[in-house]
């Protein structure tokens, strides 16, 4: 249980109203700024303003998703007010106090390095990635299916990476039925795609393999499906990008070549909010229980 503990939400979306469900469950004291359009009663927290004095006893602070722009501000889909966490409102909470973001930037990085506290990056956690991976699953095939017109039975799906999300997406278009060939650069990935039952190839080929493509789905989140690579696509093929903006995509000359190409990191929180906000709860009730048992043994 997490009784006791001064838990901050500040702004968001959909998943984190699960979150605020799933703490109140577990009966953390919750404080919420940037939920000024919600309706107060439905929450069962307190709502502040940043610029209270409250911050002084929070123990945990949770972030966005998408955590902060590179000026520090904060956006929320259920408020208009301005929120910025900067220097001066992170080195208010206590020492002790433990921050959470999906992920992270250069400006929270820096932040944190000048800061004495903790940012734990959620997305860069193996659990909360895998369990986010059955969402983003479903997501892809829904806008699959909404962007093309032939089944994904049969179609040749070319999926660029087979790390924890690549590889629960190419395991899931092969089930459906689909050719799905996997663009990797290790030689462990590759023979890990054979064992699948896929076929995969080095990403320094991908010029020629993507003239034989239906779909492609990208999960790097570097430039790689560049403006060369798609000149040698069919004019048919349909790009979903899902790595983290700004992806890896030339989606400049995709719509100059009449290739649709979409952009679609945070999946889960779009098709599935209500799910992917547990995910996130569970594992910061998880993480804050173990940090309150550490600190009760130091």
Avoid at 92 to 112: A, H, K, M, Q, W
Avoid at 241 to 267: M, N, Q, V, W
């Amino acid at each position: 249980m997490l009784t006791g503990l001064n838990v901050a939400i500040l702004g968001g979306d959909a998943r984190q109203i699960e979150m605020v469900r799933k703490l109140n469950e577990w009966d953390a004291t919750l404080h919420l700024a940037g939920f000024d359009q919600l309706d107060y009663g439905f929450t069962g927290a307190n709502h502040f303003d940043m610029d209270e004095d409250l911050v002084e006893k929070f123990d945990a602070v949770i972030l966005p998703v998408p955590g902060t722009d590179e000026s520090g501000k904060i956006d929320s889909i259920f408020s208009n007010q301005q929120m910025i966490l900067d220097e001066d409102w992170v080195a208010r909470t206590p020492e002790g106090c433990v921050f959470f973001t999906g992920i992270t930037n250069d400006y929270l990085n820096s932040l944190f390095q000048k800061v004495n506290r903790t940012l734990i990056p959620l997305f860069s956690r193996d659990d909360v990635a895998i369990y986010n991976s059955v969402p983003t699953v479903e997501g892809t095939i829904m806008m699959v299916i909404q962007n093309t017109d032939f089944t994904i039975h049969s179609a040749r799906v070319h999926v660029l990476g087979l790390g924890r999300v690549g590889m629960s997406v190419a395991r899931a278009f092969h089930g459906l039925g689909a050719k799905v060939h996997v663009g990797v650069r290790k030689s462990s990935h590759f023979a890990r795609a054979l064992e699948m039952g896929l076929s995969p190839f080095y990403l320094k080929d991908l010029k020629e393999a993507a003239g034989e493509c239906d779909i492609l789905i990208n999960t790097i989140p570097v430039p790689i499906v560049t403006a060369s690579i798609i000149q040698k696509m069919p004019g048919h093929t349909f790009i979903l990008d899902l790595a983290s903006k700004p992806g890896g995509t030339d989606f400049r000359y995709a719509e100059k070549r009449g290739i649709k190409a979409i952009l679609a990191p945070g999946l889960p929180g779009i098709v599935a909010p209500k799910s992917a906000g547990k995910i996130l709860a569970n594992v910061i009730s998880q993480i804050l229980m173990e940090h309150r048992k550490g600190e009760q043994q130091t």
